[in-house]
Antibody, heavy 118, light 111 residues
């Protein structure tokens, strides 16, 4: 069974770039059986999908974040990452990484809180 | 505002059956599978129902999902106190760029 773990700074200054890494275990990140994504949840609010990346390298982004978000994969480390540029307080949220299987099942990390503040 | 519409709250007494609705459109629920997630306080969302009505291993059969047209429902029978949580629906949105879209969440209270 897939296991995912997010890592990255818990505090980012406004206008800077938020960078997060998701480490995958229990499966290969380059497998055609999965695709990978990031979702976030502002404090006290609902879930927002951010981006996905497929084994082919194709990517999909939430149109509201597309100009600022970049998702990528590092196959040598079995990791994928998210970069979100020009952050503001509105980007403060718990960020989750997830793996989606071709059998319909998905697996989420425990989440990491990122606060945008000076 | 979320793309999928859920009631903000629902409630029931132990043993009761509760349903939570999720309304979308032809570009998401109407043409793609629906997932349901349970989020306990302070925890990550947990997949409860996938592909409209399938339960992952370990999810009690008290939980069931259904879909009709552009709407979906989650039913919880034999309500238990540990079912008190936030519930979210999600569907793939077949627009120019495919995305996952979520409902705003329903807070279930067990009275």
């Amino acid at each position: 069974q897939l296991q995912l773990q997010e890592s990255g700074p818990g505090l980012v200054k406004p206008s800077e770039t938020l960078s997060l890494i998701c480490t995958v275990s229990g499966g290969s990140i380059s497998s055609s059986s999965y695709y990978w994504g990031w979702i976030r949840q502002p404090p006290g609010k609902g879930l927002d999908w951010i981006a996905s990346i497929f084994y082919s390298g194709n990517t999909d982004y939430n149109p509201s974040l597309k100009s600022r978000a970049t998702i990528s994969v590092d196959t040598s480390k079995n990791q994928f990452s998210l970069k979100l540029s020009s952050v503001t307080a509105a980007d403060t949220a718990v960020y989750y990484c997830a793996g989606y299987g071709d059998n319909g099942l998905d697996y989420w990390g425990q989440g990491t809180l990122v606060t945008v503040s000076s | 505002q979320s793309v999928l519409t859920q009631p903000p709250s629902a409630s029931g007494t132990p043993g009761q059956r509760v349903t939570i609705s999720c309304s979308g459109s032809s570009s998401n629920i109407g043409s793609n599978y629906v997932n349901w997630y349970q989020q306990l306080p302070g925890m990550a969302p947990k997949l409860l129902i996938y592909s409209n009505n399938q339960r992952p291993s370990g999810v009690p059969d008290r939980f069931s999902g259904s879909k009709s047209g552009t709407s979906a429902s989650l039913a919880i029978s034999g309500l238990q106190s540990e079912d008190e949580a936030d519930y979210y629906c999600a569907a793939w949105n077949a627009t120019l760029t495919g995305t996952w879209v979520f409902g705003g969440g329903t807070k279930l209270t067990v009275l």
